[in-house]
């Protein structure tokens, strides 16, 4: 069965949203944008931190016949977290973000008919003196017509 993107995407909002390990998270929400503009916009961000922002970066195809397709679509969640108490309580606080987060999702397929979410890597995006953001890459599967 076939999936459009914002259904796994809403999937992943709601599996975020409704677990109590991302408490201290104060904006879960969509970002569609590029993440070399969301850099630049950082020092200015009006959200409410530390947030959660779960951005769609493609997907790759393998065709199995003339008519049907795999997808693999890979999403990024990406992991903001501010601390004006210095680098030690930041890095905590981005840690614990990024923990919880795969505690929720790794092996997780949001009671969708998709494959289980996996975790393809996690990287820095940018880091200030109050401010970390980190990508965190999940990827799954499903057989499309």
Partial sequence: ???DIKTIEDAILAALKAEPLL????TIDTYHGEIEDF????????IPLPAVLVHYTGSVY????????????????IL???????KA?????????????????????????IGKLKPVRTYIITTT????????DLSTYFADA
Wanted: include cysteine.
């Fill in 80 to 86: 903001i977290a501010q601390d004006r108490r210095g």
């Fill in 39 to 46: 850099i630049q916009q950082i020092p200015q961000l009006t």
């Fill in 129 to 136: 003196k109050t401010i970390s953001a980190y990508g965190f």
């Fill in 89 to 113: 309580k930041l890095r905590t606080g981005i840690y614990d973000l990024l923990t919880a987060c795969k505690s929720i999702l790794r092996g997780n397929n949001l009671g969708l008919q």
């Fill in 23 to 26: 408490t201290s998270a104060k």
């Fill in 1 to 3: 069965m076939g999936y």
């Fill in 62 to 77: 393998e065709a199995v016949s003339i008519e049907e397709y795999d997808e693999t679509p890979t999403f990024t969640l």
